[in-house]
Structures are given as structure tokens and as C-alpha cells.
Nanobody, 116 residues
Framework: QVQLAESGGGSVQAGGSLRLACVAS?????MSWFRQAPGKEREEVAT????????HIADSVQGRFTISRDSAETTLYLQMNNLKPDDTAIYYC????????????WGQGIQVTVST
């Protein structure tokens, strides 16, 4: 079982920045950030894979958020700039193995709160 551990969340004012990190216990083919706000469905924010690089960036964060991995490919980052109150959510790190259709590995989630 893969372990995923998120860090870097917190509270920030609108226009500010945060950087989330997710450490995986092993290399995973594709890794993503999802988020879920109260009363809303879970949203795939950004995804990066070993073969294709960045494969998804949600329209809602395009130009403001950047997903990346370290050279060891076990730490996933999400640099979030120009944060807006609508970005307030629990952010989850997720992993998908090669050949798998679903994200089967999930972190516990970390709160990001953006105030006006």
C-alpha cells in the first residue's frame, strides 16, 4: 500500500500564495491534486504522469497553479499563486499506477482556506 502525506496547507488572504507538498512512499506513475469544497463535488485540479508530463490543469486554476514533481519523483508539489476565496477546499494528493484507470492511492487531505 502506498502512503501519501500532504503538507503545506493553511490560511491565506486572497492574492496570496501557498505551496502544497505530497510525499509518496514509492514512485507512482501518475499523481494528482484533487480538491473538495463544502457542498461541492470533488474536482481534479492538476495531474502529472511519468510519460506525458502535465496532463491536466483545471480551467479554474489555469495560470495560477503549477504542478510539479521532484527529480526522485516521490514528492509532488502544487504551487498556488493569486489564491481566491473559491480555492478554499480540502486538497488531496492521489496516485494512479500504470495501467490502472482509477486513482487508488489517496492522502488524508489538507485544508486550504483563502479569506477576503
Amino acid at each position: 500500500q502506498v502512503q501519501l502525506a500532504e503538507s503545506g496547507g493553511g490560511s491565506v488572504q486572497a492574492g496570496g500564495s501557498l505551496r502544497l507538498a505530497c510525499v509518496a512512499s514509492r514512485i507512482i506513475y501518475a499523481m494528482s491534486w484533487f480538491r473538495q469544497a463544502p457542498g461541492k463535488e470533488r474536482e481534479e485540479v492538476a495531474t502529472i504522469s511519468r510519460r506525458a508530463g502535465i496532463t491536466h490543469i483545471a480551467d479554474s486554476v489555469q495560470g495560477r497553479f503549477t504542478i510539479s514533481r521532484d527529480s526522485a519523483e516521490t514528492t509532488l508539489y502544487l504551487q498556488m499563486n493569486n489564491l481566491k476565496p473559491d480555492d478554499t477546499a480540502i486538497y488531496y494528493c492521489a496516485g494512479r499506477d500504470a495501467g490502472a484507470r482509477d486513482f487508488r492511492h489517496w492522502g488524508q487531505g489538507i485544508q486550504v482556506t483563502v479569506s477576503t
